[in-house]
């Protein structure tokens, strides 16, 4: 069993910038593919980054390709969601998601944490 915890959501400003986290435990994570998803109220749940087991190559959505950043620290078995230049479209609740070996499917999920980008 995988537990994930999301942090650092808030409430923020056009243009401003967060980081989530996403700390595991139970086990080490190192081998799982991690992902990012959110669902904004009233709309389905959409896919945002992940980054792949083991060779840490990315995926974005288009939505936030180049603004946004997976990254992931083994040693602290945690993943990472830097988030720059945030408009009002990406206010949503945003979760983090496991996808044990092959990394096919996401598993495992956390409770989410709320981003709200508003003037």
């Known amino acids: 069993q995988v537990q994930l915890v999301e942090s650092g959501g808030g409430l923020v400003m056009p243009g401003d910038s967060l980081r989530l986290s996403c700390a595991a435990s139970g086990r080490t994570i190192s081998g799982y593919t991690m992902g990012w998803f959110r669902q904004a109220p009233g709309k389905e749940r959409e896919f945002v980054a992940s980054i792949i087991r083991n060779i840490g190559l990315t995926y974005y959505a288009a939505s936030v390709e ?35 070996p092959p990394g096919r499917e996401y598993k495992y999920w956390g409770q989410g944490t709320q981003v709200t980008v508003s003037s």
């Open 66 to 100: 180049g603004r946004f950043t997976c990254a992931r620290d083994n040693a602290k078995n945690t993943v990472y969601l830097q988030m720059n230049s945030l408009k009002p479209e990406d206010t949503a609740v945003y979760y983090c998601a496991a996808a044990p």
